[in-house]
Nanobody
Framework: VQLVESGGGLMQTGESLRLSCAYS????????MGWFRQTPGNEREFVAA????????YYADSVKARFIISRDNAKNTLYLQMNSLKPEDTAIYYC??????????????????WGRGTQVTVSS
C-alpha cells in the first residue's frame, strides 16, 4: 500500500491544521487506519485511529479533545484535524495502515505500513 501524507507546516501555538493521507488501495476502505507521530530520538507514538465506517475512534490522551480523526472512503483519504496546537505537538506525522485482513483496532500494534510523513512544527 502507498500512503502519502500532506498538510504539514509551521504553526503558532493555538492554531489549527489539517493533515491528509491518501492511501492507494481501495481495499483499505474497510480497514482501520491511524495516525502516529515521531520526534528525533524517540519511537513513533500513537496519535489516533479510526474504524472503517468512522463509528469508532481512538485517541492518545495527549491529543484527546484537541485532535479529530476522520476519513472519506470515497476519496481513499484519511484526515487529522489538529486544533489548539502546542509546541509539544511538533513532530513528523505518519499515516499508518494494517496488514490486509486486519480490519479492526487491536491497539497501536495494529499498524504495519507507513507513509513518508509530514512535518508539523509548532512555535510558542
Amino acid at each position: 500500500v502507498q500512503l502519502v501524507e500532506s498538510g504539514g507546516g509551521l504553526m503558532q501555538t493555538g492554531e489549527s491544521l489539517r493533515l491528509s493521507c491518501a492511501y492507494s488501495r481501495r481495499d483499505y476502505r474497510d480497514h482501520v487506519m491511524g495516525w502516529f507521530r515521531q520526534t528525533p530520538g524517540n519511537e513513533r507514538e500513537f496519535v489516533a485511529a479510526i474504524s472503517w465506517n468512522s463509528e469508532s475512534k481512538y485517541y492518545a490522551d495527549s491529543v484527546k479533545a484537541r485532535f479529530i480523526i476522520s476519513r472519506d472512503n470515497a476519496k481513499n483519504t484519511l484526515y487529522l484535524q489538529m486544533n489548539s496546537l502546542k509546541p509539544e505537538d511538533t513532530a513528523i506525522y505518519y499515516c499508518g495502515a494494517p496488514q490486509l485482513g486486519t480490519y479492526y483496532w487491536h491497539g497501536p500494534q495494529t499498524f504495519q505500513f507507513w507513509g513518508r510523513g509530514t512535518q508539523v512544527t509548532v512555535s510558542s
